[in-house]
């Protein structure tokens, strides 16, 4: 367990994103938003070659009216261990879960269950990951694993099955049903009370599918590539691990479109011909149809988000409702010839964050701060004004 003094310097740390935590007795509501490899070069907040190419008006306006985190890392880049960290506040050798075939334990300690028990109606909708039951959420409308893209099925307590069994079909594209139940569970709480609620975007995980409205986006345009989409293997520096090369991804394409029925999922934009073309040229082309097919995925993230705040707006809940919009960890889009993540390089480990609070965070402002996925805990809790209750100290 972290000790006491430990998550006293860690609300210290917390600190400086304001000057002081919520006066009033009014607690806010939580919005806790996230989505699955969405990396910060995706974004257009944090600069990079891709900024004037992604659709992001919502998140401009979230961080036009929050504050930015430059430096915020996940402890273990890989979508099931980021999140139980995320959740439980401590790392994976404290939790139990290591690697994508783990679960977190039902037992767990975690975010939701001290926000409940001091009197938050809590919910997660959308990806959850983490195989075993949620617990701690008075209600759940999660995907079974990864989940499908397009007329995904959602497990609720009414059906609930371990793995992929269980659920029921759903019509629609997966980020459009995520956002849209997100704001019919909010519209179906006690007004009175303050709510907690995790909306999970499957997207923009591999393969990276899109709804038709953002089939054409950047068609006719061709992208700027980074410095290293072309660095070889093995690397001047002696790096002996191959990592995830976009080739890899390539190959993906390639087996698919020679066997669809036997590979383990689609992909959008086909068919891919390389026909003709050298190693370099292939490299090159695969580049584009990725990241075009990743900015198209997240675009559908940043229209939910929009319609979120607009929903919140309408409600009369924006000003009350503390808004966090961030990804369980980062990704490769062609760095060092990669896509993925599971690397201990920036690109994967770095978590983009923003979060808007007006009543006590400044607008539009960055904060360079040095912190990890651990630290959420600490931050929800300080603005549910849970900072002096000792069990939740002891475990965050």
């Known amino acids: 367990m972290r000790s006491q003094k430990l998550l006293l310097i860690l609300f210290g740390i917390f600190y400086v ?41 919502g998140i401009k306006r979230l961080a036009s009216e929050g504050v930015t985190l430059e430096n915020m890392f996940c402890t273990n880049s890989i979508c099931v261990p980021s999140r139980a960290a995320l959740l439980t506040g401590v790392m994976s050798h404290k939790n139990g879960v290591y690697t994508l075939g783990d679960a977190l334990a ?24 983490l195989k075993a039951e949620p617990t701690g959420f008075d209600y759940y409308k999660v ?46 709480q006690d007004p009175e009370a303050p709510f907690f609620l995790m909306t999970h975007f499957k997207a923009t995980h591999e393969p990276f599918h899109y709804p038709e409205r953002h089939a054409e986006l950047l ?18 520096d002696g790096r002996t691990f191959k990592g995830q090369l976009l080739d890899n991804l390539t190959k993906r394409w390639l087996r698919y479109q020679a066997d669809p029925e036997k590979f383990w999922t689609d992909y959008p934009g086909m068919p891919f ?20 097919d990743f900015i198209r995925c997240g675009a559908a993230i940043d229209d939910n988000i929009e319609k979120i705040i607009a929903g919140l707006e309408e409600r009369g ?15 490769f889009l062609g760095e060092h010839g990669f896509f993925d993540k599971r ?8 978590m983009p964050f923003v979060i808007r609070y007006p009543k006590d965070l400044p607008q539009g402002t960055r904060n360079e701060s040095l912190l990890m996925n651990i630290d959420i805990p600490a931050l929800l809790l300080d603005y549910a004004g849970e900072t002096t209750r000792t069990d939740a100290r002891r475990e965050f």
């Open 17 to 57: 994103l304001s000057s002081c935590t919520t006066d009033s007795q009014e607690r806010p509501n939580i919005l806790f938003i996230m989505s699955d490899d969405h990396t910060s070069q995706a974004w257009g907040i944090y600069g990079g070659i891709l900024e004037t190419y992604v659709k992001n008006t």
């Open 106 to 129: 039902p037992d767990s300690l975690n975010i939701a269950k001290v926000l409940s028990s001091s009197g938050y109606a809590t919910a997660i909708i959308g990806k959850w990951h």
């Open 143 to 188: 995907l079974p694993g990864q989940g499908r893209y397009f007329d995904p099925v959602f497990k609720t307590a009414e059906n609930w099955e371990y793995g992929w069994k269980g659920g029921k079909e759903q019509k629609g594209f997966s980020s459009d049903i995520i956002g849209t139940e997100s704001l019919d569970w909010i519209d179906a």
């Open 219 to 236: 068609e006719e345009v061709v992208l700027p590539e980074p410095e290293s989409l072309l660095e070889p293997y093995p690397t001047p």
């Open 273 to 292: 011909d390389v026909t003709g073309l050298d190693s370099i040229a292939i490299r090159k082309k695969s580049y584009q149809k990725f990241v075009k």
């Open 317 to 331: 809940l924006l000003d009350n409702t503390l808004i966090i919009y961030t990804s369980d960890q980062g990704y």
């Open 343 to 350: 690397m201990m390089l920036e690109q994967s480990s770095r």
